[in-house]
T-cell receptor
Framework: AQSVSQHNHHVILSEAASLELGCNYSYGGTVNLFWYVQYPGQHLQLLLK??????LVKGIKGFEAEFIKSKFSFNLRKPSVQWSDTAEYFCAVNALIGNAGKSTFGDGTTLTVKP | DAGVTQSPTHLIKTRGQQVTLRCSPKSGHDTVSWYQQALGQGPQFIFQ???????QRGNFPDRFSGHQFPNYSSELNVNALLLGDSALYLC????????????FGPGTRLTVL
């Protein structure tokens, strides 16, 4: 069975600080990896995704993530956070099981950025 | 280009009742997945529909059932509601039955009293 672990439940940073949110997954097969963001009062939006190729992927709003296959990790990073990055961040794994995809989400990390 | 839409926005039911939630996928998408998101947790996969058939299912009891219509829209039905069914129910659409990118709707907030 797939599982996703997000290490930090709540992260508080000041503006301009660097961000790294951890995500580890367990699954023996090929997976697609995603980070979703949920801003206050809004629905889940795709931040970035990794399917194959360059393990360093760039997403919207200056976010990036690195897939390290040997560590089963897909950590999210941003060099300098802004107040508007305050949101909840979810890591997700999507595996092709049989002939259909099945997604597993982590429990999320709430990011609060202080102005 | 309309995104994923869900109805109703909010719903209040009592224990033992039945509920139906509705979802219209993003234009061009033919696959619909349903998730349950309890407070403080990530979305939990309920099931996925493609070509009007349930293709994949998570660890949810048979009280949770669904349907997909020829126009790709979908319904989630929950029978014999329990207090623990109170949650945000999310619909996500994608293209094809594989592990592609999903686009989420705003959700239906279900409260069971």
């Amino acid at each position: 069975a797939q599982s996703v672990s997000q290490h930090n439940h709540h992260v508080i940073l000041s503006e301009a600080a660097s961000l790294e949110l951890g995500c580890n997954y367990s699954y023996g097969g090929t997976v697609n990896l995603f980070w979703y963001v949920q801003y206050p009062g809004q629905h889940l939006q795709l931040l970035l995704k990794y399917f194959s190729g360059d393990p360093l992927v760039k997403g919207i709003k200056g976010f990036e993530a690195e897939f390290i296959k040997s560590k089963f990790s897909f950590n999210l990073r941003k060099p300098s956070v802004q107040w508007s990055d305050t949101a909840e961040y979810f890591c997700a794994v999507n595996a092709l099981i049989g002939n259909a995809g099945k997604s597993t989400f982590g429990d999320g990390t709430t990011l609060t950025v202080k102005p | 280009d309309a995104g994923v839409t869900q109805s109703p926005t909010h719903l209040i039911k009592t224990r033992g009742q039945q509920v139906t939630l509705r979802c219209s996928p993003k234009s061009g998408h033919d696959t619909v997945s349903w998730y349950q998101q309890a407070l403080g947790q990530g979305p939990q996969f309920i099931f996925q529909y493609y070509e009007e058939e349930e293709r994949q299912r998570g660890n949810f009891p048979d009280r949770f059932s669904g349907h997909q219509f020829p126009n790709y829209s979908s319904e989630l039905n929950v029978n014999a509601l329990l207090l623990g069914d109170s949650a945000l129910y999310l619909c996500a659409s994608s293209s094809g039955v594989g592990a592609d990118t999903q686009y989420f709707g705003p959700g239906t907030r279900l409260t069971v009293l």
